[in-house]
């Protein structure tokens, strides 16, 4: 068998093995053109208000700006951009908006569930995660509580940068999707593709 046990993971970016070390606090920023192709295909608005809670150095929260949302930017660390040292797990008061963001992949899970127990009923949670989300025992039960609205899945491989060094990175072997839950939805999900 060509290869070694490592490769195979580095490959599916199936777990912790990579190539280097991984970044402390899971930064790994978006290309803003993520959210652009994202945002051509949505064909509706989403709310007025939008909080990008691990915004990062704003890769994300600026494309929305742009976009004329009204965007509170936070994260745990301070990048330069937005208000820093706001723990999104942590948080309980409720946002009457959408939550737009990338979240530490390792946390994946946790801030999808704090986002749609945050948000009102209604409203969207819009994750850029890996197309892997969709696997995994321990993601059942969210996926059984039929918020999950459609899933945009990448026909071609985005690209995100380590510590937002993006001029380091040509390509990418991770699949990626928004994956846009809905509060209180009730049906399956529609698959689309960008």
């Not at 070390?21 to 007025?48: H, I, K, M």
């Not at 208000?83 to 999104?88: M, V, Y």
């Not at 009923?121 to 999950?148: A, I, S, T, W, Y």
Request: one cysteine or more; a neutral charge; aromatic letters at 14%.
């Amino acid at each position: 068998m060509a290869g070694n046990y490592k490769s195979v993971y580095v490959t599916l970016s199936a777990s912790a093995h990579s190539e280097g070390e991984r970044e402390v606090n899971d930064y790994y920023a978006t290309d803003p053109q993520a959210l652009e192709s994202f945002l051509s295909l949505w064909g509706g608005r989403l709310s007025p208000d939008i909080w990008e809670c691990a915004c990062g150095a704003g890769h994300l929260a600026k494309v929305l700006v742009r976009h004329g949302y009204n965007v509170t930017a936070t994260d745990l660390i301070d990048r330069g951009y937005g208000t820093a040292g706001i723990d999104f797990l942590r948080c309980t008061e409720k946002f009457d908006g959408d939550i737009v963001t990338n979240p530490p992949y390792k946390f994946a899970q946790e801030f999808v569930e704090k986002a749609l127990d945050l948000v009102g009923e209604g409203n969207r949670v819009v994750m850029f995660l890996k197309l892997q989300f969709l696997e995994g025992q321990r993601r059942q039960r969210l996926f059984e509580r039929k918020d999950l609205e459609y899933v945009y899945v990448f026909s071609k491989r985005v690209i995100c940068a380590k510590n937002a060094e993006f001029e380091k990175i040509s390509s990418s072997a991770v699949a990626y999707a928004w994956f846009v839950f809905r509060k209180g939805y009730g049906k399956e999900p529609v698959i689309r593709w960008i």
